[in-house]
């Protein structure tokens, strides 16, 4: 057997405190996407029950398809069944979970890293009603119309773990947009901003209807790199509905999957 020199297991000892104390880097998951909110037909877990408002399709479940989720093309409930879904009727709802208060609500899949300007999660799942009780009011100038909710995303995905130049699709899901004028304001840190229309519910002639305004954004418009060569994204995004006095929200994400999630889930 050799025998090892001092300066030879000193080294080898070196080694191995290198190797023990490096931690071993975690298997690189590609981007798929970053959401504020989450994907919960906002908040209203028992759907069984939740009554749709009249105008429209008429009388049924806001639950169309009986999935037990509240989603696009859906409606959101008339929680008084007085007919419509309004600021007036008690339709009032504040669903949100602790960390969507504490707008902290968000998530990504394949992110390095989430920025801790990303927020907005205070917005989901809540009746946004001038005759909303609710203490923790998003707005800073509580309940009183206007209620535009704003989201905020600040992330960065690692170099390799996203192609670039590729589409970035962009899917917002609310719900009650009947009092024009709204649209979406989405602004960049290193793109010309952009505003998005969107339909009102009235053109249908629907009350209290889940819609979803989806966009596909370039590459280049959400990312940008940084002085690591990591891909930094970007985006501010404002539903501005300065008359509406009923909205909602679930989500909103930034995917490189085009289609809703909700319809996977
Ligand atoms: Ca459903
Ligand atoms: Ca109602
Ligand atoms: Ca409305
Ligand atoms: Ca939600």
């Known amino acids: 057997m050799v025998k090892l020199s001092t300066v030879s297991a000193i080294i080898l000892a070196s080694f191995l405190v290198v190797a023990v104390l490096t931690p ?25 029950g939740l009554v749709r408002p009249v105008p429209g399709v ?14 696009p093309d859906e409606f959101l409930p008339d929680l008084n069944a007085d007919g419509g879904v309004w ?16 707008n902290t609500g968000h ?7 989430v920025g801790e300007a990303t927020g907005g999660s205070r917005w989901t799942d809540l009746a946004l009603s001038p005759t909303a009780t609710a203490s ?15 989201f905020i995303f600040d992330f960065t995905v690692a170099r390799g773990d996203i192609t670039p130049g590729g589409t970035i699709f962009f899917n917002l899901v609310f719900g009650d947009y009947d009092i024009d004028p709204a649209v979406v304001r989405l602004r960049f840190a290193n793109a010309a901003p952009r505003i998005l229309r969107i339909p009102n519910q009235q053109i249908r002639g629907l ?8 966009a596909n954004l370039r590459f280049d418009e959400v990312f ?6 990591n891909w930094h994204g970007r985006a501010v995004v404002i539903f501005d509905a300065p008359a509406d006095p009923f909205t909602a929200f679930d989500y ?14």
């Open 252 to 265: 909103v994400e930034l995917s490189l999957a085009a289609e809703v999630a909700a319809l996977s889930q």
């Open 87 to 102: 600021f007036r009727g008690d339709d009032n709802f504040d669903n949100r979970s602790q960390a969507e208060r504490a």
């Open 224 to 229: 940008t790199a940084d002085a690591d060569g």
């Open 58 to 71: 008429g009388p049924g479940p806001a639950d169309t398809n009986d999935n037990g989720t509240l989603e």
């Open 207 to 214: 009350d209290g209807l889940i819609q979803v305004r989806t």
């Open 107 to 113: 998530a990504c899949q394949g992110c390095q890293d």
């Open 136 to 150: 923790d009011w998003p707005d800073i100038n509580g309940p009183a119309m206007p209620n535009s909710a704003a």
């Open 24 to 48: 071993t880097p975690a298997a690189a998951e590609p981007f798929q996407w970053v959401r504020i909110g989450d994907i919960d037909g906002f908040g209203f877990s028992l759907t069984r």
